[in-house]
């Protein structure tokens, strides 16, 4: 074991009393971690190593001696240094793990709150716990301070709701978030910041899932699915519309893809994991989400862009980052896919669907967690604070 050490480097450090290899990069992220810029920390670590090579080892102090020389006396001031992590121990359930408030602010999104208001109330939970020197905290007992901070810094309400979605951390049955809507609206940007303020690993579009039936199911056997959502009417026989044409392509396609979505959505249930799926296919009524009543907790809801000028700058974004989405696509078929959300809107009163008007980004990520947190409580059966 000895000979095997040794020959991980032919500098070795001596600090109290033991021995270890002399390791560049251990000392780089050393300097980096106190305000060094990488490229100096890089020039200073490799100096060392050539400096001492021939000795064969060297013992700490000589090592920060020749960093003061290298760098000079002012090269670990406060004003440089990266913060240090408190050393607080979360225990609980068997565990032992490090306090981060990087990770507690993550958590307190689920309260739908702004993520510079769930920082400041992490930073106050750290602060309360070092000035009253705790240095371990059970997770029962973190989790009461954390609602008593968001009761006073952010009111009843936001605490209600941070606890409503921990419940669903390691939930008795998953919680299926779906957003449908018309192209364009926002859609996947919105499920992907849901997703990740709720801590959901599981983000679906029903997009996927048109491309993997496209793949299985040939044009010839469902035309329907072998075009845009606005573009069914196209692909379709004119002698099998019903009413309008473009709802009626649209349908078709919607339909065909609900069987890929109830197949998505028994996969979750199936390992009892939270979803976010999101998508043109999720049509209200489309799937029956009756059968899932007893097994998960499923939330719809109708995002919209009720100002038409929001959809045109949407579509000019969309196609900068998708450059095989040309721009002038969407144009051509801005009337096709306002009639597609209207469709949705109507579908959505009439379904009794929440409708997200998705005029603010930021706003709407808040009122669909919101929207996902009372659904939860509603659930539950727990009276909403007053």
Known sequence: MERSARGLGSLRVEDRGRDRPFMRGILVHSLMARGVEFEEAYRVADTIKQRFRTQGTVDKPTIVAAIHELLGEDWARDDHQIPRAVDITITGSGKRLPFSKGILSQSLLAAAIDPSDAFDVARSIERELVVTGTREVDREKLRSLVVETLSRQMGPRT????????????????????LGGAAGVGKTSLALEVAHRLGIGRVLSTDSVR??????????????????????????????????????????QATAVSVGV??????????????????????????DLR????????????????????????????????????????????????????????????????????????????????????????????????
């Open 159 to 178: 605490a209600e709701r941070y606890l409503v979605w921990r419940s669903y951390q390691e939930p008795e049955r998953p919680a299926l978030i779906l």
């Open 211 to 252: 491309q993997i039936m496209r793949m299985m199911l040939a044009r010839e056997l469902v035309p329907a699915l072998h075009g845009s959502s606005y573009e069914g009417a196209k692909l379709l026989s004119g002698d099998s519309f019903a009413g309008n044409p473009v709802i009626h392509g649209f349908l078709e």
């Open 262 to 287: 109830r197949a998505s959505m028994d996969r979750a249930v199936e390992e009892n994991a939270n979803l976010v799926l999101d998508g043109v296919s999720l049509v209200p009524g489309l799937p």
């Open 291 to 386: 059968v899932y009543e007893d097994v998960a907790d499923v939330i719809f809801l109708v995002v919209a862009s009720l100002d038409v000028e929001a959809f045109e700058v949407r579509f000019e974004a969309r196609a900068a980052g998708e450059h095989r989405r040309a721009r002038h696509r969407y144009h051509e078929n801005l009337s096709a896919i306002l009639e597609i959300q209207e469709y949705f809107l109507s579908e959505a009163e009439r379904m009794n669907v929440p409708i997200v008007d998705n005029v603010s980004f930021d706003r709407s990520v808040l009122l669909i967690i919101r929207h996902v947190t009372e659904a939860l409580r509603k659930k539950a059966g727990v009276q909403p604070t007053r």
